[in-house]
Antibody, heavy 122, light 107 residues
Framework: QVKLQESGPGLVKPSGTLSLTCSVSGASIDSSDLWSWVRQSPGKGLEWIAD???????NLSPSLKSRVTVSVDKSQNQFSLKLASVTAADTAVYFC???????????????WGQGILVTVSS | DIQMTQSPSSLSASVGDRVTITCQTS??????LNWYQQKRGEAPKVVIYGASSLQPGVPSRFSGSGSGTDFTLTISSLQPDDFATYYCQQSSDLPRTFGRGTTVDVK
């Protein structure tokens, strides 16, 4: 059973840096799948932020690219997100997810964390 | 970016109804289209991937069809557990984009 769990501060000050970690169990970060971050603003839809491969290679959303850093820690079976210079617009529930690559070359998010609400406020 | 247009944005239905949700993309994505179900306060859950493949464990009343730019999610006989918001998502190109969601609520 694959499980993902987000952790990190639930409150970040404007202009600060949002830092979250996703702990993975039941699967190895060091696999062919990708590991992703997705967020959902209150009452809004889903927004993809980034993917990271076990190698450390990343795909980043162009709209957030200048502020996003993602990294992987294979020894802890975790991956992390940092979002710099946050504003109230970054207030959202942040999910980590596994991006499955199946044998037909199809990508889909098959496992998700429960999500963590991060509020940007002074 | 590939734009995803879902319709309707919401619908009201009764248990036993056949429900159809559509998703149109701004460019041809072949079959790289996934559908997710999200209940309030929970993470999304994939129900259909690759436009028409049923995720293991998902009831067979869910089905997906389409290719290119036009896709459909159908629930053949709506059950109480199916009241939720449904999102389409394309995996053809970066950035990965989602539709704005369709909320299915009780009539």
């Amino acid at each position: 059973q694959v499980k993902l769990q987000e952790s990190g501060p639930g409150l970040v000050k404007p202009s600060g840096t949002l830092s979250l970690t996703c702990s993975v169990s039941g699967a190895s970060i060091d696999s062919s799948d990708l590991w992703s971050w997705v967020r959902q603003s209150p009452g809004k839809g889903l927004e993809w932020i980034a993917d990271i491969y076990h190698s450390g290679d990343t795909n980043l959303s162009p709209s957030l690219k200048s502020r996003v850093t993602v990294s992987v820690d294979k020894s802890q079976n975790q991956f992390s997100l940092k979002l710099a210079s946050v504003t109230a617009a970054d207030t959202a529930v942040y999910f980590c997810a596994r991006l499955m690559l199946d044998y037909d070359g199809l990508y889909y998010f098959d496992y998700w964390g429960q999500g963590i609400l991060v509020t940007v406020s002074s | 970016d590939i734009q995803m247009t879902q319709s309707p944005s919401s619908l009201s239905a009764s248990v036993g109804d056949r429900v159809t949700i559509t998703c149109q993309t701004s460019e041809d994505i072949s079959n790289y289209l996934n559908w997710y179900q999200q209940k309030r306060g929970e993470a999304p859950k994939v129900v259909i991937y690759g436009a028409s493949s049923l995720q293991p464990g998902v009831p067979s009343r869910f089905s997906g069809s389409g290719s290119g730019t036009d896709f459909t999610l159908t629930i053949s006989s709506l059950q109480p557990d199916d009241f939720a918001t449904y999102y389409c998502q394309q995996s053809s190109d970066l950035p990965r984009t989602f539709g704005r969601g369709t909320t299915v609520d009780v009539k």
